[in-house]
């Protein structure tokens, strides 16, 4: 009775978590219907209703949430700690999960990663980029990769890159028609780039600095994305001005496709770290990667 509960509840925390019967069939590698006969039967052997079913949506009644939010936690202490026996083996394995931007995805965590994996064939990453803040905790990541200054400070945090500058970059051509700006508020007269983030709604407000002085300058422009890749390429095409981290468009001002302004109002601030919550629990796995991404600069 008590082993057939304990699948029982670990099935209905796969529902609830991923609020379908469809993915969480996919996860625990049985089929809807049966993980859906498997819910039937706890909700009859405890006498109450665990979850709310649409034609589109299945989310948690009061009594399912209390039973997830009381049950949850053991239950993934219990995957951690079985987790935690590949300590005992020789290599490090199992998987980690890292939420990241698409920034540091491409320049310096992929490139790392793509080294270590051929060394430690039984380790397993999965890297889900996200522009937002994301919590690690709640979302069941076993690290996030974030601005130095972002990071909170109950976090353990290890630098894995250098300091990083900003740069307001246009084509040439862009200013051919446009005298480029000599301070941040003359962008006011100028076509600007805006990138909106999801993590507020809201465009991104341009950070400036220079001898001490910090002034943040909401610009306007005929185009907004959500991608800074898509942003750099409409600078190439001559769309206006774009404001990038200086390295992801250091190919482009080498190339002379295009032209930096304002260098002296972009100083440089604290790069990438990786972090998570404690080295209380830190798998082989997570130790191994967190190795091979600290910043030796």
Known sequence: MVRETMADLAAFLAVARERSFTRAAAQLGVSPSA??????????????RLLARTTRSVSPTEAGERLLQSVGPH??????????????????????????????????????????????????????????????????????????????????????????RMAAVASPAYFAAHPPPRAPHELADHNCINVRFPTHGGVYVWEFEKDGRALNVRVEGQLVVNDIALARQAAVA????????????????????????????????PGYHLYFPSRRQQSPALAVIVDALRFRG
């Open 35 to 48: 993980l859906s006969h498997t819910i039937r039967k706890l909700e009859e052997r405890l006498g109450v």
């Open 75 to 164: 239950f993934d202490e219990i995957q951690r700690e079985v987790e935690g026996l590949s300590e005992l083996r020789d290599k490090p394995a199992g998987k980690v999960r890292i939420t990241t931007g698409d920034h540091v995805s491409e320049n310096i965590l992929l490139p790392k990663i793509a080294e270590l994996l051929p060394e430690y064939p039984d380790l397993k990453v999965e890297i889900n980029v996200d522009t937002g803040f994301v919590d690690i905790a709640a979302d069941r990541f076993d690290a996030g990769v974030r601005l130095g200054e972002t990071v909170a400070q109950d976090m353990i945090a290890v630098r894995i890159g250098p300091d990083l």
């Open 238 to 269: 001559g769309l206006g001005i774009a404001y990038q981290p200086d390295d992801y468009v250091q190919p482009w001002l080498d190339s002379g496709a295009l032209v930096r302004v304002l260098a002296e109002w972009c100083p440089p601030f």
